[in-house]
């Protein structure tokens, strides 16, 4: 095993555009944190305070050894679902039975991390329940909060956040240079430099500029939103057509403060100055929670004012004016909205009846959206629709927020929460997929037909998190009303349900007949999942009680039923099963591969918890073949990943880990043991996982799902590396090689730069051109 991995990086999102000045402030933040340990930036919308604690926090991150980690709330709208996001953001993998704050917790317990929570206000005594449980539990952890007002908690020192610095008044002309010392001016000039680089700051409109920051109270908001008009108007027409506006809101509502004036009279600028239909795209589009494609967009706001066909380019004309954000994403060009000018968009959509009927399609879209992924999702769109559904989450919490209010939208909201059963389990929301269940069952009539599968759901959810007498209560519910033949899919959803509950928390023997009753059911129903599911579980029962034959055959036609679709998700869990079996029998090899074959199914999904399993495995077998100093590097690995992800060794592991850390211990000694850990648990995650892919296969290994690569020439790169050098000559980014291989990008980017240490290049071109030689030459 070779390699060099890096160290875990902080986790915060990139600068789309620079970051200016703020010197003082900076400095003042950064002091706060080293006495307080709680400090909350205060101030109103589009002042800057998100900006600026990402950049402290960036700048401080050397004095935390576990980290930076951003928690943003500014989509949540339930302060129920508050410890859900925080646990989400930080990528936990969190044990069913276990409630979300209980969970952050105990990740947080004993780390020196800096935990940066954005946009609190509208969630503050949910967000001050946190930050309280975080400070009684974890002495190590400082918050950083971004809040309208104070949080009001034990410790937080409030920190107003102010306008940026503005020239102030002068009679006579100044050098363009002189007005560079102020934030506010750097700022106009920078970003008009970006929407029209021939532009500078002059002795001609110095003072033009000078007055508009200062008119706009150097709010970075409305600074940058101005700025973005200078291709089409001097700084002097730009605070002629505004100076009206300015006078108006002065006479106008005196109880707003001046900076809230002068934001709201941009904005009503900016938007008197968009097309008719560029100002309803603005106000619909602020229907959306979280961020949304074009093709959200036209489902969602499209009608004959504002026909389907033009929504891609008026969404690339609000882009251009700040008015939405464009980002480039695995899935595609994606666009969200500022908090502030979110709230101004719905502010616009003052009548009631229109706002009433957007939120009608936005929940009509994102059931349609789930539907057809459950539909799909078991194929080979199973790993775009996976994403996708991640990209969407905000935007299906919001659709269930709406429906949870009354009857009749809330058999919608039954629907999602039906069609999303396999996501809420994918993605380890089990307490969340629990959460919306419940709401709706109580407002749900009880004759209506929708109300079944959230029974079903709401039940295995419950049994998944152990709590399973409420389950049972729930399941068995719903099988007496399982009384029509449509319903035999929810019925063998009930019994695999029921089978769980036995299998997990009971008598595993228990479980046998349920599951062989569930896999006929699923045999003639409609959910695409349901056979397989039942014959992993079956596989796992006959593993459990030592029928390892039985067991490979469950598991071998689940791996059979996938490869004809396409299908990952299911093939990595059964082929997982089939590698503890086959270790129990001695089977080394064997089990080395399907470990590896699992990591490569599961690397699409962000599964971390299931990966550091693999590689508990894979630490295992190199004991078993005397690669001692591997294992002991494995081992620190999977240590440091689950303490990552909040997660604990899964209990079947327990003896077989135990075994090989004895082992590699007494082979290696206990100070070279010690350091090898160490030096494996810091590691990045993806670097772990490659090197533990790039070892020799074994002779039983099975062939890969995936279609093979050729080696290049020489071996110093691991199949997954020689891969990836391919398509670097064949020119494209890491980001196409992501989707083209269907990683993370942040892996596809982490292969590119093991391929050039390996190979002592230092640029893309070099490695280009050595993949042509060596194909060549081969």
């Not at 489902?299 to 969404?315: I, Q």
């Not at 039983?700 to 093979?708: I, K, T, V």
């Amino acid at each position: 095993m070779s390699g060099t991995p890096h160290r875990r990086g902080n986790e915060l999102p990139p600068e789309l555009s620079s970051f200016i000045g703020r010197r003082h402030e900076r400095a003042k933040v950064g002091h706060a944190l080293r006495t307080s340990r709680v400090v909350t930036l205060s101030g109103p919308g589009g002042v800057g305070k998100t900006r600026l604690a990402l950049r402290v926090a960036t700048e401080a991150a050397s004095r935390y050894p576990d980290g930076v980690r951003l928690v943003e709330f500014a989509p949540v709208q339930d302060p129920g679902l508050v410890a859900d996001t925080a646990v989400a953001s930080l990528r936990l993998s969190v044990e069913p039975a276990v409630a979300p704050l209980e969970a952050l917790v105990g990740h947080l317990r004993d780390r020196g991390l800096l935990l940066i929570l954005d946009n609190c206000e509208h969630v503050k005594d949910a967000v001050s329940e946190l930050i309280s449980a975080v400070l009684e539990a974890c002495p190590r952890v400082r918050i950083l909060a971004t809040s309208r007002h104070s949080l009001e908690v034990p410790e937080e020192q409030l920190l107003a956040v102010p306008p940026l610095s503005v020239p102030p008044p002068s009679r006579e002309p100044r050098a363009p240079e002189a007005l560079l010392p102020y934030d506010a001016v750097r700022l106009f000039e920078e970003r008009a430099k970006a929407v029209w680089p021939p532009f500078e700051l002059t002795t001609e409109n110095e003072a033009d500029v000078a007055e508009l920051v200062r008119r706009l109270d150097g709010m970075p908001l409305a600074i940058e939103l101005a700025a973005v008009r200078v291709s089409s108007l001097s700084a002097a027409q730009i605070l002629d057509r505004l100076g009206d506006r300015f006078s108006l809101l002065t006479r106008g509502d005196r109880a707003a403060s001046p900076r809230q004036q002068s934001l709201r009279a941009l904005l009503d600028w900016s938007h008197d100055l968009l097309s008719a239909e560029e100002q309803l795209l603005w106000q619909r589009a602020s229907v959306f929670a979280g961020s949304f494609d074009v093709t959200d967009l036209a489902a969602v706001v499209a009608d004959d004012h504002l026909p389907s066909p033009l929504v891609a380019g008026l969404a690339d004309k609000l882009a251009e004016k700040s008015i939405l954000v464009r980002e480039a994403t695995p899935l595609g060009p994606r666009f969200h909205q500022l908090q502030s000018i979110k709230e101004y968009g719905l502010r616009k959509l003052s009548d009631a009846k229109h706002l009433e009927h957007l939120r009608d399609q936005h929940t009509a879209h994102f059931r349609n959206e789930a539907v057809t992924a459950g539909r799909e999702m078991f194929g080979t769109s199973g790993i775009a629709w996976f994403r996708r559904l991640s990209a969407e989450h905000h935007d299906f919490r919001a659709a269930l927020g709406t429906c949870a209010t009354d009857g009749e939208r809330a058999k919608v909201g039954a629907v999602i929460v039906a069609a999303l059963q396999h996501y809420w389990v994918m993605t380890g929301r089990f307490a969340e997929g629990r959460h919306w269940a419940r709401r709706l069952l109580v407002v749900v009539p009880p004759s209506a037909p929708e109300r079944l599968g959230l029974l079903v759901v709401a039940g295995r959810l419950a049994v998944l998190q152990g709590d399973v007498d409420e389950g049972r209560l729930l399941l068995n519910q719903s099988l007496a009303g399982t009384t029509r033949p449509e319903d035999a899919t929810w019925r063998g959803h009930a019994l695999h349900s029921l089978a769980l509950a036995e299998l997990f928390w009971e008598e595993p023997a228990a479980a046998r007949s349920l599951l062989e009753e569930a896999l006929v059911l699923h045999q003639t129903g409609d959910d695409p999942f349901g056979v397989p599911l039942a014959l992993i579980q079956l596989a796992t029962l006959h593993a459990a009680l030592g029928e390892t034959e039985r067991a490979t055959t469950y598991a071998e036609e689940c791996i059979r039923l996938s490869a004809l679709s396409g299908e990952q998700w299911c093939a990595a869990m059964a082929r997982w099963t089939q590698a503890l079996a086959v270790w129990r029998e001695g089977r080394t090899a064997a089990a080395r591969s399907y470990a590896r074959e699992v990591l490569t199914l599961k690397e699409p999904f962000g599964d971390r918890l299931g990966m550091a399993m693999c590689l508990e495995v894979l630490a295992w077998a190199a004991t078993a073949d005397e690669r001692h100093e591997d294992a002991a590097r494995l081992l620190g690995a999977v240590g440091s990943a689950l303490d990552s992800v909040g997660g604990a060794l899964f209990r079947t592991l327990q003896d077989g880990h135990d075994q090989c850390v004895t082992d590699t211990r007494a082979a290696l000694g206990e100070p070279t043991y010690d350091n090898l850990v160490s030096e494996g648990a810091t590691w990045r995650f993806e670097d772990a996982v490659a090197i533990a892919l790039g070892g020799e296969a074994g002779p039983e290994r099975e062939p890969m799902p995936a279609q093979a690569v050729p080696a290049l020439g020489m071996s110093r790169l691991t199949k997954r590396e020689s891969e990836v050098a391919r398509l670097v000559a064949q020119g494209l980014t890491d980001g196409q090689i992501a989707e083209h291989l269907v990683l993370a990008r942040r892996t596809a980017e982490g292969h590119v730069q093991r391929a050039l240490r390996k190979l002592g290049f230092t640029s893309r071109q070099q490695l280009a051109g050595w993949v042509v030689e060596h194909q060549a030459s081969s």
